[in-house]
């Protein structure tokens, strides 16, 4: 509470009104009920007199903010590569004196290499807030919010009790799709590989995953979760691999 003590003429009116700062643009927009000229107003009485505590741009007294509760924010970047400047997460926390929509202001943390990204702050039990996530510390790398949980252009989350978010997808509702569920090599379908041999169909199990197109000469169908071992028939055969832009394929040395 901020305060100062003046002697006034008796009878005098005076208008007033409080700057939270020290130039015009900083001054309080004072509410009808209690606006006199755009200002505040008193007239001054014939004995000390100690005003009413009212609240910044209000005619009444401040009242109290509710308890502050833990908000884990959550996101999973495994869809993502990781920008240089690490994730982040902005939104709509300046009463809580965290920074107000800066993209820069708020960085998360993947404590356990499983690429769920998260921060803790302590808000307002009760308050709705609005965030989103960002791949990097500036605007241009933050998410576009899916349409079917956006409030705006932005997420949302109202505060009850100690909350935690669930790990979403960067820039979807939902959670990432599980990943392969054949990541082992052990077990590799052979396909020898002969110059101009005869093209070799494959297939294999395509749970969560999409079939891939053909693959040069070998017309390899199957998903991303297929693990293939290429034997070269002589010294001179060269094996290539390709893949569509939503296949993630990998050559690797047995």
Not at 28 to 54: F, K, Y
Not at 95 to 111: F, I, V
Not at 145 to 153: E, H, I, Q, Y
Not at 192 to 198: C, E, H, P, Q
Request: net charge negative; with cysteine; proline share 6%.
């Amino acid at each position: 509470i901020y305060e100062t003590t003046l002697l006034l003429t008796e009878g005098v009116e005076y208008q007033y009104k409080f700057i939270n700062g020290n130039a015009w643009g900083s001054d309080e927009s004072v509410p009808g009920a209690c606006n006199v000229g755009g200002n505040r107003g008193i007239t001054a009485p014939g004995s000390d007199i100690t005003l009413d505590v009212v609240c910044f741009g209000s005619c009444s007294a401040c009242i109290p903010p509710p308890p502050t509760v833990p908000v884990t924010f959550r996101v999973n970047m495994g869809l993502e590569p990781i920008h240089p400047d690490g994730v982040h997460l902005a939104g709509s926390f300046g009463a809580n004196g965290y920074p107000e929509w800066n993209p820069g202001g708020l960085q998360m943390t993947d404590s356990n290499s499983d690429n769920i990204y998260e921060i803790t702050l302590n808000l307002y039990d009760g308050w709705a807030y609005t965030y989103k996530f960002v791949n990097g510390n500036a605007w241009g790398s933050d998410e576009s919010v899916t349409v079917a949980c956006a409030v705006g252009f932005d997420r949302q989350v109202t505060v009850s009790g100690a909350t935690t978010t669930p790990a979403v997808c960067f820039a979807s509702c939902d959670a990432c799709p599980a990943g392969p569920v054949n990541d082992s090599r052990s077990g590799a379908s052979n396909i020898v590989a002969y110059n101009f041999g005869t093209c070799l169909s494959q297939s294999g199990d395509l749970t969560l995953a999409t079939p891939s197109s053909e693959a040069n000469s070998f017309c390899l169908t199957g998903g991303h979760d297929l693990w293939h071992k290429f034997t070269a028939s002589s010294a001179g055969v060269r094996i290539a691999l390709s893949s569509a832009a939503d296949v993630l394929i990998e050559l690797q040395d047995a």
